[in-house]
Each structure stands twice: as C-alpha cells, then as structure tokens.
C-alpha cells in the first residue's frame, strides 16, 4: 500500500485540517465532534441543509459545503457513519431559525444514527425532517443497507435542496424537493479495481488484472457480479440500460446525465464515457439538459464509475441553476 498519509490513525482529522486551511473563506472545521459548516453559519431565515457519512468518498459531503449547496456535513471515519452527536452538534451550529434537512444515503449505520440525532435536536426544539436517498438499482439489500444504497443522486440532491433553501424556501418545500429528487434518480456503478483502507492496508476485494464488478457500492463493497473487461461501450450500455428501465425513463424525457469518478479514473476516460452515455439516451429518445462529469463520489482510490440519470422539470432546472459556491462544486459566483 501507497499512500499520502502520516498516521493511518489521523487521517480524517488532517484531512478535514487541510480542507479548513484551503477554503477559509468557504467552511470552518470544528473538531470533538467533528463536523464541516459553513463559514458564514448560522444564516438567519433559512432551512438548514446537513449530510454526511463515512469519509473516504471526497468530495462529498465536506467538499459541498458552502453557499448555494450544504450548510453543514458530519464525517465517520473512512467508510463508517458519523455519530449522533456530531450530526446534532452540526443541527446547533447551523440552525438559523427555519428548520433543518438532514440528507441520509440508505446505510443501516447513517440511518440510525440520523435518526438519533434527529431525537437530540427536536428536543432542543429544533425542527428536524430527514430525506432518505435509495436511488442504486445494483442491488435491493447490501451488508451496509436494507433497500438500495444511496449514491449518485446523493451529489445533486444536496446541490438542489441547497439551492432551495438559498432561495428561502420552507423546510417543508426543502424536505419534498429532496423527496422529488430521491424519486426521480437512479445509479449504479463499477470497478477496474477494489479500494485499500488506510488503517487495513490490503484491498476490500480482489479482482483479477482482466476482470471488472458490476454493481459495486461506495464502500468497497463487491458489486451484482463479475465478468472479464470489456470495452467502454458495452460497459456503458450494461449500466445505462438497467438505470434507465428502472424508473422507468420514457422517450421525451429531460434528463441531468452525471458520470462520477470513483477516484482512480482520470478525466479522459470518464468523458469517452459520457460520450457513451449520451449516445445512448439519444437513442433512446432521452433530452440531456444538463449534465456533471467528474469525481465526485469516490472510494478512495477505487478505478471506476458510475452513472446516474436525473429526471428533470422546470423547477429542478432551476434550482439545479442557481449559483453554488463550496469547495467542490461551484459556479454562477
């Protein structure tokens, strides 16, 4: 194992103490609970926009923590949910009067322990309702989740209920944009490769130098199946088609198309992958409206990608639109 690191131990908190260091402008890090905010937190008359998980997936969730996106992301160690308090500790920072949204992928551990921190803050007096995002069609039950697992559609429901609340709407309005999203997004992803835990040192699975997995997770999980490489278009195809079948997506359709990097694969070959991926919604009759590519949510440094479709409208295009500004994702400021 090769890896950037000092102590295997330490590397969350250095990790956060670098990304405190690089956007002092955009976030504050605070630490004993560990959780990132928003440098300018709380922001009165507005919902509150929180999520988090196990780190290890960079950018998300401390990476889109700014304006227009997340006020606050609460971060496990690599691949672990955060804690209740750090959740709840982050609800009191960035509270500013009008509710919060917490934002939970499918993983048993995320789940309740939102859920508990949910119980903190409400009896704190502080309104809390919870999004859950499901949107993998890889698999139905996995040994972190019961259901499917929550990953692409995590990125642009966090960008678009940002931008809800930017916009002041009600923690109602948030919670059902959030609910819009979850319903209307759908991903599934693969590997080249498996991932190495810092403090472990060994790879989460193995895979032979000719052989890919279909359907992983974002924790290093093994995926649907395995099967010998094969060329991108017929990768791409493979995912695309159960993605799209799933919703189902119909011809006529706008669609945000959103290729992700799972943290080893370099730009060129996630844009012949989109390139792929937009043929194939052509085909199907499927308007891309807009689209995202890039690594966005990683596992560590796994090769690999996944797709994710959006079903879009009016308000989701301009909600999608509206300026963001975090350390991850930005544009429009």
Excluded at 34 to 60: C, L, T, W
Excluded at 217 to 237: D, F, M, N, T
Excluded at 304 to 324: A, R
Aim: glycine letters at 12%; proline letters at 5%.
């Amino acid at each position: 194992m090769k890896k950037l690191i000092n102590d295997p131990e330490n590397v969350v908190n250095e990790s956060l103490r670098g990304l405190a260091a690089a956007h002092p402008d955009l976030v504050r890090v605070h630490f004993e609970p560990n959780f990132v905010y928003r440098a300018d937190a709380p922001v009165q008359g507005k919902v509150a926009v929180i999520s988090g998980g196990g780190s290890g997936h960079e950018p998300m969730h401390g990476g889109f923590v700014g304006n227009g996106m997340l006020d606050a992301a609460c971060p496990g160690e690599i691949f672990t949910s955060p804690t209740p308090d750090q959740m709840f500790e982050a609800a009191k920072a960035t509270h500013g009067g009008e509710g919060v949204l917490y934002i939970v992928k499918n993983y048993s551990g995320d789940v309740m322990n939102f859920d508990m921190a949910t119980e903190l803050a409400t009896a704190e007096g502080i309104q809390v309702q919870s999004c859950l995002i499901n949107d993998d069609v890889a698999v139905e039950n996995s040994e972190y989740s019961q259901g499917r697992r929550g990953v692409g559609t995590t990125v642009l429901a966090e960008k678009i209920c940002g931008a809800a609340a930017e916009k002041g709407m009600s923690l109602e309005q948030v919670a059902q944009t959030c609910q819009k999203v979850n319903a209307n997004g759908r991903s599934m992803g693969m590997a080249l490769s498996s991932c190495t835990l810092p403090m472990k040192g060994s790879p989460t699975f193995d895979l032979g130098p000719a052989e890919m997995e279909i359907g992983i997770g974002i924790h290093g999980e093994r995926g649907r199946y395995r099967e010998l490489l094969k060329p991108v278009h017929e990768i791409v195809q493979t995912l695309a088609e159960a993605v799209i079948k799933d919703l189902p997506f119909r011809q006529g359709d706008q669609v945000l198309a959103f290729v992700n990097g799972m943290g080893g694969t370099p730009a060129l070959e996630l844009y012949i992958v989109y390139m792929e991926l937009a043929q194939i919604c052509r085909k199907m009759g499927l308007s891309i409206v807009r689209n995202l590519v890039g690594s966005y949510i990683t596992s560590l440094e796994m090769q690999g990608m996944s797709i994710t479709l959006l079903k879009m409208d009016d308000d989701l295009l301009k909600l999608w639109d509206h300026p963001v500004r975090t350390p991850g994702l930005r544009w429009g400021m």
